[in-house]
């Protein structure tokens, strides 16, 4: 799980490699984000899951819930809006400041569940928008699985400029 999310983590960063600041900022068409705030709403997410799930272990509640097909993150004919919160700034970010959010955001990640048992992941829970409850061992899984369908939004803008 740890190792799939970093391999993705690679991915995604080698495909912003080489990019310009520039480039990163521009915006391919009206009412989309640019690859800036594609990467920023990543590192928004990483972040807010990163509290949820130090929250949810802090907390004596159990409450176990049925395993989700979270596969069907990748598929992108469904669009979903991103609430309020993950929604990122229209700011100029330069790519050496996106990495280093994502590097915080997910060295955060990794210590909230850090010597942390699968077992106790899989009995604690938290609401999401669309899958309903999912175990933390799950939010864990979604963060990968949300990055790779990032990627390919990336990847178009990226034909685009």
Not at 30 to 50: D, F, M, N, P, R
Not at 118 to 140: C, M, T
Request: charged share 30%; glycine share 4%; proline share 3%.
């Amino acid at each position: 799980m740890i190792e799939i999310n970093n391999q993705i983590r690679e991915e995604l960063l080698s495909l912003v490699e080489g990019l310009t600041d520039e480039q990163l900022n521009t915006c391919v068409e009206e009412g989309s984000w640019t690859i800036a705030q594609v990467l920023e709403h990543l590192y928004l997410l990483e972040k807010s899951v990163t509290n949820l799930i130090q929250r949810k272990l802090e907390s004596a509640t159990i409450k176990p819930v049925v395993t989700k097909p979270l596969k069907h993150t990748l598929n992108r004919s469904l669009k979903i809006d991103a609430p309020s919160f993950l929604v990122p700034k229209e700011d100029f970010l330069s790519l050496i400041k996106i990495k280093g959010m994502l590097k915080e955001s997910r060295v955060g990640f990794l210590k909230s569940f850090e010597g942390v048992e699968r077992s106790l992941l899989e009995q604690k829970s938290y609401v999401h928008p669309i899958f309903g409850d999912l175990n933390l061992a799950q939010w864990i899984e979604f963060i990968g699985l949300h990055e790779q369908r990032h990627m390919e939004q990336i990847k178009e803008i990226k034909e685009k400029l």
